[in-house]
């Protein structure tokens, strides 16, 4: 039997061809009136899928780096900070803020769940620096409610900076960035923009860029003002990762050209799709029988799927991957062994799903011995699907 491989990972997710060509065809030198004409093209289409008149920069990084910079450019020492987490990414806002001197306070939801927004209120004190959060949590596949969050800051600690790793949030979240005030909004190149792993980008507020000036944090590779400065003049810093950069361009235009070249109707088409597949997914998933890790806030990037008590999820995971090279990924920490997630980011369609759906019916009857009639997943996938057309 042959198999095509297939990537249902939430991050690295299945690239595009056309950003793939891009990419292989970008030979060209970064101090360029070429190059810098693909930059500054690029700079300005991430404004609009990110949805925003604040500047975005691009970083030769890992979304991580991004993570840093907002760190490491707009703290202190000592700087009061609030830290939001539910997962594995919020774990990693504590660790980068203690790596810069800040002992964050920290608000917890439990693995699967979003936060009790009385609690975060609580929390939000006159005199916080910075607010720290994912918009999606990828461990767990749970949403946060950004504007909720965003009014309570507003209301409670106006001067506090909001800074969001949206990195599977963007693509798959509608935000109103300016509107509900988010300073930074991070992204990351290998989840909805279906290009591989290496780049960075984030929006940058001018109430963030006023922040950086007093801040007393080092930085150096990720030192934001010098990345503006260069970004004007249509370069970056140091040298860019520019076959990324091709690719990310040839990404945005086959966003824009699912709505007739428009991005910013093409990225909305984009989170839609997301928001599809990810219904679709959960409603076959239930009609196994499984239970789903996060359903009260459910993110739609990915599903986060818990197997029956006494079952480990890397046999479902392991299974996929032997019978029909569908790769997915495990829990991560604590999860492992517990839940597995699927992805919905970047470049899936409803026919994927149902490709899911469908190995999905033979791994739960065979793997996990669940009752399955065949065709029960796809059938409530579909019915979601037919609703979502109507
Ligand atoms: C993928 C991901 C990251 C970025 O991790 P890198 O490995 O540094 O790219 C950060 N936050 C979230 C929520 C993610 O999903």
């Known amino acids: 039997m042959f198999r095509k491989t297939r990537l249902y990972t939430p991050g690295p997710t299945p690239l ?10 970008a030979d060209m ?8 004409a693909l930059y500054q093209k690029v700079l300005a289409q991430l404004k609009v899928f990110v949805g925003t008149k604040n500047d975005v920069l691009l970083l030769s990084s890992s979304g991580t780096g991004a993570m840093e910079a907002s760190v490491s450019n707009l703290t ?16 990693r806002w504590v660790s980068l803020l203690k790596a810069f001197g800040c002992e964050p306070e920290v608000v917890t939801a439990p693995y699967g769940e979003t936060f009790d927004l009385a609690i975060v209120k609580a929390a939000i004190k006159p005199g916080i620096k910075a607010v720290f959060m994912q918009t999606t949590e990828t461990s767990t596949a749970v949403r946060h409610d950004v504007e909720a969050i965003a009014k309570l800051i507003k209301e409670n600690a106006p001067d506090a900076l909001l800074v969001a790793d949206g990195i599977t949030g963007l693509g798959t979240t509608h935000f109103d960035v300016d509107g509900w005030g988010i300073d930074i909004l991070i992204g990351g190149s290998q989840k909805a923009v279906m290009i591989p792993p290496g780049l960075a980008y984030l929006s940058v507020s001018d109430k963030a860029w006023a922040a950086m000036e007093n801040s007393k944090n080092p930085r150096y590779y990720f030192d934001l003002r010098k990345e503006r400065k260069n970004a004007v003049k249509g370069e970056s810093a140091y040298t860019p990762a520019v076959a990324l950069i091709a690719g990310l361009g040839a990404a945005l235009d086959y966003i824009a050209g699912q709505a007739s070249g428009d991005l910013e109707k093409g990225r909305i088409a984009l989170i839609d799709n997301a ?10 998933l239930n009609a196994l029988g499984f239970t789903l890790f996060a359903p009260t806030a459910p993110a739609a990037a990915a599903t986060a799927v818990a197997v029956p008590e006494g079952m480990n999820s890397g046999d479902v995971v392991k299974a996929l991957k032997t019978r029909f090279a569908l790769v997915t990924a495990n829990g991560q920490g604590e999860m492992q062994g517990k839940i597995f997630r699927v992805a919905h980011l970047g470049f899936f369609d409803y026919l994927d799903t149902v490709a899911l759906l469908g190995a999905m019916e033979h791994i739960a009857k065979d793997t996990l011995k669940l009752p399955v009639e065949y065709g029960m997943a796809v059938a409530a996938a579909q019915k979601v699907f037919a609703e979502s057309v109507k």
């Open 16 to 25: 595009l061809p056309a950003a793939q060509f891009a990419m292989a065809a």
């Open 275 to 284: 928001q599809l597949n990810a219904a679709a997914t959960r409603a076959g």
């Open 76 to 91: 202190s020492p000592g700087d009061k900070t609030l830290v939001l987490t539910a997962g594995k990414f919020g774990e």
């Open 29 to 36: 030198h970064h101090r360029t009136p070429e190059f810098r």
